[in-house]
Each structure stands twice: as structure tokens, then as C-alpha cells.
């Protein structure tokens, strides 16, 4: 299995600029996940979908971003407009199910991240 | 809300000498998971512990959860260069949704 696969690995963009970002999860997961990840703010848990249903989107900074799961090997994630602060390493991970079972062990497989630079 | 702190943020040490970083969270927890992330790399998932007072070893490494299970360690023993990198923990929330929450991290750095 190739992995959770992620495009582009980086995107350099201007301010004001739609950026999309691509995931494609490890073949039969149910569970997708966007992070975002910076110096200053560490991992954070943008929004997470389950068999193609978005579950918690609580995580979403604003209205500028948004994320869409059309079918059970693709998502994106759209800024717009992109913005300088939004500069960041974006991880796309996958796992079977959704964790908090405790018999079970839901390992999320991260993909190798988009870095992002907003100029 | 839900916090996880780790410490220390920074760890820097000689090869061959041990390395504990801590995860404490301010609620009880389901279970916890831990994450390691190489420079440049991404998140790759080390383990996962249940059980209050749980200990388990792979190979160097050894983790263990607390008995209230409101924290968990991680402890390396003589450490190499390979070790190098930040470790996560991470704890599932049930609230009105499920939700991960990743700690901050620790960042480890071997003298080699």
C-alpha cells in the first residue's frame, strides 16, 4: 500500500490566492483527518470525516477554509482567500475507524504533509 | 476546555544516556496514543495504552500509564541518534463529538 498519498508536498501562493490541497487515504479507512501544524500552535485537528460525512469541523479556523470528502478515496481542503498566517504544514491522515474504542487501536497513518507558504 | 501539556518541550542528550518525556491531561482519560515525528517528517504512531497503570516496551522504548490515567510517560533508554525527534501524545475526547487532541510535543535531540 502506498500510503496515505497528499499533493502538492508544497504550494507556494499570494496573498488572496484559493489554494487547494489534495488526499487521497489508505484504500478501505473510514476515517479521514486534516491537521494543521506550525511552530507557534503545534498539531491541531482541523476537521475529521467518517465514511465520507464530515463529523466535527470545529477544529476549521474560519469560513475561509473548507474541505470536502466526494467519495472514499479523495478529499481537499480549499483555502480561500489564502492569507500569510495560514502558512503552515497541512497533514492528511487516515485510520480504519474512529478512535475511542478501547479494545481497539485506531492508528492514524499520516500522509507526508503540503507545506503551505502564503506570501 | 480539554488541555494536554507535555513536558519538557526540549530535551537535549548525550548518545547513550536515557530520555523521559511526560504527558499530563487535566481529565481522566479513555486512552492515550503516542506519535513520533522525525525533522522534516510526519507523525508516525508509536503506540497505544488502555489499561490504568499499563506498561509496555518496544525494544528502547517503554510507556506507561498512569493509574488514574491522567498521564503517561515515555522513557528511552540509552538513547542513539535515531531517537531523534519530536514525540506526540495524543488523547481522544468524548464530548458532544469525538475529538483528538495532540500534546505539543517534546523535542529530542541526541549529542552523538
Known amino acids: 500500500d502506498a500510503g496515505v498519498i497528499q499533493s502538492p508536498r508544497h504550494e507556494v501562493t499570494e496573498m488572496g490566492q484559493e489554494v487547494t490541497l489534495r488526499c487521497k487515504p489508505i484504500?478501505?479507512?473510514?476515517?479521514l483527518f486534516w491537521y494543521r501544524q506550525t511552530m507557534m500552535r503545534g498539531l491541531e485537528l482541523l476537521i475529521y470525516?467518517?465514511?465520507?460525512?464530515?463529523?466535527?469541523d470545529s477544529g476549521m479556523p474560519e469560513d475561509r477554509f473548507s474541505a470536502k470528502m466526494p467519495n472514499a478515496s479523495f478529499s481537499t481542503l480549499k483555502i480561500q482567500p489564502s492569507e500569510p498566517r495560514d502558512s503552515a504544514v497541512y497533514f492528511c491522515?487516515?485510520?480504519?475507524?474512529?478512535?475511542?474504542?478501547?479494545?481497539?487501536?485506531?492508528?492514524?497513518?499520516f500522509g507526508p504533509g503540503t507545506r503551505l507558504t502564503v506570501l | 476546555g480539554q488541555q494536554v501539556m507535555q513536558i519538557p518541550q526540549y530535551q537535549h542528550v548525550q548518545e547513550g544516556e536515557d530520555f523521559t518525556t511526560y504527558c499530563n491531561s487535566s481529565?481522566?482519560?479513555?486512552?492515550i496514543q503516542w506519535y513520533k515525528q522525525r525533522p522534516g517528517g510526519h507523525p508516525v504512531f508509536l503506540i497505544q495504552?488502555?489499561?490504568?497503570?499499563e506498561v509496555k516496551k518496544q525494544k528502547r522504548l517503554t510507556f506507561q500509564f498512569g493509574e488514574a490515567k491522567k498521564n503517561s510517560s515515555l522513557h528511552i533508554t540509552a538513547t542513539q541518534t535515531t531517537d531523534v525527534g519530536t514525540y506526540f501524545c495524543?488523547?481522544?475526547?468524548?464530548?458532544?463529538?469525538?475529538?483528538?487532541?495532540f500534546g505539543p510535543g517534546t523535542s529530542l535531540s541526541v549529542i552523538p
Open positions: 491522515a487516515s485510520s480504519f475507524g474512529l478512535w475511542g474504542r478501547d479494545d481497539s487501536t485506531d492508528t492514524q497513518y
Open positions: 484504500s478501505g479507512h473510514n476515517s
Open positions: 470525516f467518517n465514511n465520507n460525512v464530515p463529523i466535527d
Open positions: 481529565t481522566t482519560l479513555s486512552n
Open positions: 495504552l488502555v489499561k490504568s497503570g
Open positions: 495524543a488523547e481522544y475526547v468524548k464530548t458532544s463529538y469525538d475529538k483528538v487532541i
